[in-house]
């Protein structure tokens, strides 16, 4: 990258050698941290990752590199540019997917995609990891996360909504990686119990104000 980057590694009770490998990373230009998240869940370890950064940009990826990492030029372009939110999208007409779930999960895939269009309007495809944002508006958003399971994106990108922020897709190049936790048939009704907590909780609780401007960090760059 054409600027100071660092990386935040979140390990999440993991019972292979994530964290030793973390530890055991060579001092180089980029620097990899290790931080801890007991609770379990993705949504969880991705919250703890942005609470840990003070870059004015961030976001997460992926480990299994299913998302090209050409996207990440982009999305920090678009950053630059103003943007505030930058995701990867399979839906977008110009991305290149390589998909080769189960004909059952396509099916369920379609059914998520149109309940989350509910409470993230305009937005074709929550679930893609790849995401960036303006650092700020991240750590505005990442203490009222709720959501530990896979569908934390969609609270993600619900409350960044709510705060005012487009989000914009981009085309990735995406390619379909085996070892893949999720289930359709353990999972889906966990999901559906999420999507309706996250509709539940957007709307009873106070709504967030922006974040001033004088209470915006600005003494790095780096994503987790």
């Not at 991305?95 to 409470?119: I, K, Q, T, Y």
Request: proline share 8%; glycine share 8%.
């Amino acid at each position: 990258m054409p600027f100071p980057t660092a990386v935040i590694v979140v390990d999440n009770n993991s019972t292979d050698a994530t964290a030793e490998i973390v530890r055991a990373w060579p001092e180089g230009t980029v620097p990899v941290r290790l931080i801890q998240c007991p609770v379990p869940g993705k949504g969880a370890a991705v919250r703890a990752g942005l609470l840990e950064t003070h870059a004015p940009f961030v976001g997460f990826c992926d480990a299994d590199m299913a998302t090209d990492l050409d996207a990440i030029d982009v999305a920090f372009g678009l950053l630059l540019s103003g943007e505030r939110v930058v995701v990867g999208s399979r839906a977008h007409t110009c991305s290149d997917v390589e998909n080769r779930h189960s004909r059952v999960r396509e099916l369920g895939a379609v059914g998520f995609r149109s309940l989350a269009r509910v409470l993230v309007r305009g937005v074709n495809d929550t679930q893609c990891g790849f995401k960036f944002f303006d650092g700020a508006l991240a750590r505005q958003v990442a203490p009222r996360l709720r959501t530990p399971g896979f569908a934390f994106d969609v609270e993600l990108l619900a409350r960044c909504a709510e705060l005012g922020a487009k989000v914009l897709e981009i085309p990735v190049q995406w390619r379909d990686m085996p070892g893949s936790r999720f289930s359709p048939t353990r999972h889906s009704a966990g999901i559906l119990l999420e999507l309706g907590r996250i509709w539940l909780t957007l709307r009873t609780e106070p709504r967030a104000g922006p974040r001033p401007a004088w209470d915006q960090p600005l003494d790095s760059v780096g994503y987790p």
